[in-house]
């Protein structure tokens, strides 16, 4: 069993920046970043496998930055240049893929992060 808690989130202007930090209770391979905006499914937007292998989704491409500190069992999404469609609550996720990608099945979920962008 592994405990998620996601922070960081807040209020930004079209452009802003922020980071969000999970704090895991335990090592697993492969964490995640998920967003959810009420009426709609879950988006995968970035996947970190170990320390290097990233993926990203395409909305996520070129603005946001994942990564981790394993010793802190810390997982982390740099937002740049945040859009208002960027605007929903952010999950972190971990499992035990070896192919992880932001589509992998997560067994795993934090309670979420709002983040809300205004233009």
């Known amino acids: 069993q592994v405990q998620l808690v996601e922070s960081g989130g807040g209020s930004v202007q ?3 920046s922020l980071r969000l930090s999970c704090a895991a209770s335990g ?3 492969c964490m995640a970043w998920f967003r959810q905006t009420p009426g709609k499914e879950r988006e995968g937007i970035a996947s970190i496998f170990a320390q290097n292998s990233i993926r990203y989704s ?3 491409k070129g603005r946001f930055i994942v990564s981790r500190d394993i010793a802190k069992n810390a997982l982390y999404l740099q937002m740049n240049s945040l859009k208002p469609e960027d605007t929903a609550m952010y999950y972190c996720a971990a499992g035990r893929d070896s192919r992880c990608s ?3 099945w ?3 979920w934090g309670q979420g992060t709002q983040v809300t962008v205004s233009s």
Request: proline share 7%; net charge negative; no cysteine.
């Open 106 to 108: 997560f067994a795993y």
């Open 27 to 29: 090592y697993m391979h």
């Open 14 to 16: 079209t452009g802003g």
């Open 58 to 60: 395409d909305s996520a």
């Open 102 to 104: 932001p589509s992998s």
